[in-house]
């Protein structure tokens, strides 16, 4: 079946956006390297390009669940398995890529990833994702049933989490795109979480949960720039409401979460958008419908 169908074999357009999505990063890396865009060091801004799409990825994939949760909108289950395989996807281009840049020299690269701590956790994060991927199909499911396979899928979150260090470690001067990621997955796990012991939290415990996750990654972005730079750790706490040159990493996340309570505020037009569709189908469709929701 292709990616722009959904199970009953007709077209979705969230699919197929969502396949055009996972899709175009690569034909974008495709096409700068064919017509030689990706300057002086191409192996390398190709390495860095395909692990940047695979950790941003993983985010939108761990978003959707709590989209969903606070929407309802129940079609977004629909397009969380060809996001998932995409981050593998373009983590496994990562590598190959690497192995590629250094000449396919595998006892070389072994021994790189043994010796060099951040390509240690790289690996293993690799690992996770590869064990994550093998297991989405129906059949797995299946086989391993709803409980196990839900247990196994949560390690996504530790993907993240060593994912992000392995970014923040190999980011060289500018720790910004690490940090943000950081605290959205942070905010992801804590929002995971409050809806553990909280079915359905109000917008404002999504907001507050965001502004704190927002300022604990303020305090740490000072705090690895006054320990590891010598920054006066006040200075770069203050520069986050300094926009001359750039948005700080808080924002992002503060932005992530607000973005979530807002969606959870829009609930009740977008649950009447899809009851409104619902009420074409037969009786036993919707009784389907309402129950995976």
Known sequence: M????????????????????????????????????????????AIHQSGLWAIR??????????????????KLIGVRRMLGVSVFAYAALHLS?????QHFALLHVASEIVLRIYLAIGFVTLIILSALAATSTDRMIKRLGPEKWGRLHRWAYAAAGLGTIHFFMQSKLDVSEPIMMGGIFAFLLADRL????????????????????????????AAWYAL????????????NFDFSFAIHPAWYVLAAGLTLAA????????????GTQGRNRPREVRSRVQAAQ
């Not at 292709?2 to 999505?21: E, N």
């Not at 990825?57 to 129940?74: D, E, G, K, N, V």
Request: no cysteine; charged share 15%.
């Open 228 to 239: 590891a730079k010598g920054a006066p750790f006040d200075y770069v706490l203050a520069a």
């Open 57 to 74: 990825f993983l985010a939108l994939t761990l978003t959707i669940t709590p989209l969903r949760a606070a929407t309802r909108a129940s």
């Open 2 to 45: 292709w990616p722009w169908f959904d199970r009953t074999g007709r077209f979705s357009a969230l699919r197929a956006f969502t396949f055009a999505l996972v899709a175009a990063p690569a034909l974008w890396l495709a096409a700068e390297a064919i017509m030689g865009w990706l300057g002086p060091r191409p192996g390398t801004e």
């Open 97 to 101: 890529l690497y192995i590629l840049d």
């Open 263 to 274: 969606a959870r505020i829009a609930r009740p037009w977008i649950s009447g958008a899809a």
């Open 194 to 221: 409050l809806l553990r012991y909280i079915k359905d939290p109000a917008s404002w415990m999504t907001a507050v949960l965001a502004a704190g996750v927002s300022m604990a990654a303020a305090l740490f972005e």
